[in-house]
């Protein structure tokens, strides 16, 4: 057990880690003005972007890292904040780097590439999206997954999203706002759900949103910010961003509220990824998105995901985009062994804060420690996991037959 002397020093430590990662604001560094957006229509979409983005200076921040690793011993929890300082650090100099190839190498370092080894050291998330592509293209059209189906005010997604946040936050909920300047529909952080004006909304998105924003990402921002004692867990940085939008894009999943069309995005954004890597330019990205979408501002949009903070002329990408697949895959095989293992435990304090999964062998130590507290805020389906436990009952006894000869037997049958 610690003793008292060390738990002060780790949760002072902790607690200047969380102070310098509230002032690395990737996101938010990286967003473009509508006016970029306006001047590259009235272009015809034929001149690449133009952006300038606000200066950064890295000193202070580093310099706060540097003292609170200074306070650091030589305890494993000592050595988790020492990478929690490290993986802060590679944030800033992400932000440091905009518009320059060295920003594509510090990305590439934090989320990965198309072609990153998963862990089972065969595929990459490029691998999947070609082979869900094949699957999914193999599918009927869906008149749910047509462009401009179903559309629906972004008033009333805002007022829908609002009152179900409300009913799960009382006091803590975000306000539900709508903004221009953020190229995906949706954002959230503790304070504001923000969702993108004249973006094209379906009732469809409604749940999706609110188990993608809600009810993931306010969720653990809340419950970390919750943690008095390690702080840092309420930090948000680039490193937890693929545990954090796995288990945002699962939560889609498991309640049944994901489309194909969401999916179809979310392949085309690893695709798009690996297009500019390989030289690809702004224009050859939007047209690219344009043939998926047929909609002059959403290609725009997912183009813009893909260059901010990048060079426009290609080749230095922002890779963020591969995280949904990637983080995707881990976050299944995690709640699989979850399961299998009857470790549920594990599962609820991934929601405990902002985290990576490979920071859970510490937070099941820190949690027997008391360090931490359990989390106040969870999705229905980790509180009521009886759909979980018999969805991956069957997953895990399905996974070990032996596929080649009952999708032969099958064929025949069709």
């Not at 002032?23 to 001047?39: D, E, K, N, Q, T």
């Not at 999947?128 to 999914?136: D, T």
């Not at 004006?197 to 969720?219: C, M, P, S, Y």
Request: hydrophobic share 35%; glycine share 8%.
């Amino acid at each position: 057990m610690l003793g008292q002397r060390d738990r002060k020093r780790l949760g002072q430590v902790s607690e200047r880690l969380y102070r310098a990662s509230r002032r690395v604001r990737i996101l938010g560094h990286l967003a473009w003005p509508a006016s970029v957006r306006h001047r590259f229509f009235r272009s015809g979409s034929e001149r690449l972007p133009e952006v300038e983005y606000p200066p950064f200076d890295a000193k202070q921040i580093k310099g706060e890292l540097r003292q609170a690793r200074d306070q650091l011993g030589d305890l494993p929890l000592d050595k988790w904040l020492k990478k929690k300082s490290r993986d802060i650090e590679a944030s800033v100099s992400l932000i440091g780097s905009c518009g320059t190839p060295e920003f594509f190498r510090h990305s590439s370092e934090i989320y990965g590439t198309p072609t990153t080894m998963l862990r089972d050291g065969r595929t990459t998330p490029m691998d999947l999206a070609r082979r869900f592509s094949l699957i999914m293209d193999a599918q009927p059209d869906s008149p749910n997954n047509r462009p401009g189906s179903d559309p629906v005010p972004v008033s009333e997604i805002r007022d829908r999203i609002e009152k179900k946040v409300n009913s799960v936050f009382g006091s803590e909920s975000p306000r539900v706002v709508v903004v221009d300047g953020i190229s995906a529909k949706a954002t959230a952080s503790s304070k504001r759900i923000r969702l993108r004006k004249g973006a094209a909304f379906t009732h469809r998105d409604v749940d999706q949103l609110i188990n993608h924003e809600a009810l993931v990402h306010v969720a653990t921002t809340l419950n970390g910010r919750d943690q008095d004692q390690m702080r840092i867990l309420g930090g948000n940085y680039g490193s937890v961003t693929k545990t954090q939008e796995g288990l945002a894009v699962f939560s889609e999943f498991i309640t049944g509220c994901i489309d194909v069309a969401r999916m179809r995005r979310i392949m085309a954004r690893v695709e798009a990824i690996q297009m500019s890597i390989d030289g690809a330019d702004f224009i050859q990205v939007y047209r690219f998105f344009l043939q998926r979408t047929r909609l002059k501002t959403e290609a725009f949009e997912n183009a813009r995901r893909i260059f901010r903070g990048g060079v426009m002329a290609g080749g230095y990408p922002f890779t963020k985009d591969i995280v949904y697949l990637d983080g995707l895959v881990r976050i299944h095989n995690f709640i699989r062994a979850v399961v299998s293992q009857g470790r549920h435990d594990a599962l609820e304090l991934l929601f405990a804060g902002k985290m990576e999964l490979d920071d859970m062998p510490m937070v099941i130590k820190m949690n027997k420690e008391g360090l931490i507290r359990p989390p106040k805020y969870l999705p229905d389906w980790v509180v009521n996991r009886d759909y979980l436990v018999s969805y991956f009952a069957l997953s895990i006894f399905i996974g070990e037959m032996d596929h080649q000869r009952t999708d032969g037997y099958y064929q025949n049958l069709f």
